[in-house]
């Protein structure tokens, strides 16, 4: 394990020999980190989670109550599990058939949101930013910042960085109504026209000031 004192475990969680915890991780009650492991800095992983074998998991991941993530998913920075959420990694899973070798793999990629209870079928890419609703059965590629609810889950619009529906003109240009930022879209292809995918946010657009509804009803 990597120095325990630049990051905060419970007591109650289990971190296996050789897994690597980042600066400033956070790990909360009942949670289980196996061998091969590696979790970036700043991450939160909330209680009852389990971080398997060969895992990696980025930066700045918030990982809510009762998630398992299997081996077989890459997760990039600052992706947001919502609570019960279900990720898996055999798409045919039998149990007098061994698998372990046939890990699918499943790529969530920086600032991902998952909502509650969602169900990621493996084998997929869940693009940047994007927004999967509570509930919803994913079993596609979803594109950056695409919003996904339902079962199966469909395509039902794009969400901007700081989680609110991009309405785009006729010129195919939205702005987000916390940020400003500008977004266009060609197809199903979506990017911010002010802010690089790959740059953090400012430290003035990094803390909410009004409830989504708030947005949603004067903007
Ligand atoms: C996807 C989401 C952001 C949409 O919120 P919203 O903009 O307020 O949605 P609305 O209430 O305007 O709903 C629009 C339509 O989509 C449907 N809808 C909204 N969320 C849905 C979901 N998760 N699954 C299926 N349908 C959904 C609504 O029923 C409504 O359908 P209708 O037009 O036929 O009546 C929100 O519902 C959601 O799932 N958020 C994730 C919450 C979460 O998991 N948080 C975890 C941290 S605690």
Not at 5 to 16: A, E, T
Not at 75 to 82: L, M, N, S, T, W
Request: include cysteine.
């Amino acid at each position: 394990m990597s120095d325990p004192s630049s990051s905060k475990i419970h007591p109650s969680s289990i971190v296996d020999e050789g897994a690597v915890i980042g600066q400033g991780t956070a790990i909360w009650h009942f949670s289980h980190i196996c061998s091969g492991a590696v979790i970036g800095k700043d991450c939160s992983i909330g209680q009852n989670v389990l971080v398997a074998d060969n895992v990696i998991l980025g930066s700045g991941v918030k990982i809510q109550n009762n998630v398992s993530i299997y081996g077989g998913i890459i997760v990039e920075d600052d992706v947001f599990f919502g609570p019960s959420c279900v990720l898996t990694n055999v798409t045919n899973p039998r149990s007098q058939v061994s698998r372990k070798t046939l890990y699918e793999k499943t790529l969530i990629r920086r600032g991902a949101t998952i909502g509650a209870n969602a169900t990621i079928v493996c084998g997929i890419t869940l693009g940047r930013y994007c927004f999967i609703g509570a509930g919803a059965v994913v079993t596609k590629n979803v594109p950056d910042y695409g919003l996904v609810v339902g079962n199966p889950g469909k395509l039902f619009g794009f969400m901007s960085r700081h989680g609110h529906k991009l309405k785009f003109n006729d010129s195919n240009h939205a702005i987000c109504p916390e940020s400003n930022y500008r977004y266009q879209r060609a197809e199903e292809e979506v990017r911010c026209l002010d802010l690089d995918e790959d740059k953090p946010l400012p430290d003035e657009l990094s803390v909410g000031s009004e409830s989504y509804d708030d947005f949603k009803s004067t903007k």
